[in-house]
C-alpha cells in the first residue's frame, strides 16, 4: 500500500473526529484526563507507545463531531480501545452508541 492510500484510510477516520482534536498536532499525540485512574492512563500510554513502534497513527481522548470521546483510536485500522478499569459493560455499551458506525471498538478490561 502506497503512501496516498494509507492517508486516505486516515483521513477518513479523521473525518468523524471534531475539527479542534483533528489538528495534525494531535495525531500520535498523548492527551490524557486526569479525571481517569492512574491505572487506566498507564494503559493508554502502554498501548499508544506500541502503536508509536510499529508507526500506527493514533489519537487519544478524541471527541466525536456527533458526541463521545474515545479512549484511544487507531487511526489505520479504525479500531477504538476502550480502557475499562471501573466501567462496567453497561456503561461502555452506552458510551459506544455515540461513536461513528465507521469503528469497531474493542473493550480492553484491566
Not at 43 to 66: C, D, G, L
Not at 78 to 104: C, G, Q, W
Amino acid at each position: 500500500m502506497n503512501n496516498r492510500e494509507r492517508w486516505k484510510i486516515i483521513n477518513q477516520a479523521l473525518q468523524e473526529i471534531r475539527i479542534s482534536n483533528r489538528n495534525g498536532s494531535h495525531v500520535n499525540c498523548l492527551r490524557l484526563h486526569n479525571n481517569n485512574s492512574d491505572i487506566h492512563n498507564d494503559k493508554i500510554i502502554a498501548v499508544a507507545k506500541e502503536f508509536m513502534k510499529m508507526n500506527i497513527p493514533f489519537m487519544t481522548e478524541a471527541e466525536f463531531i456527533m458526541g463521545g470521546r474515545a479512549d484511544l483510536i487507531n487511526l489505520f485500522t479504525h479500531e477504538i480501545y476502550e480502557i475499562m478499569v471501573t466501567e462496567s459493560d453497561e456503561s461502555i455499551e452506552n458510551k459506544i452508541r455515540n461513536y461513528p458506525s465507521l469503528f469497531k471498538v474493542i473493550k480492553v478490561k484491566i
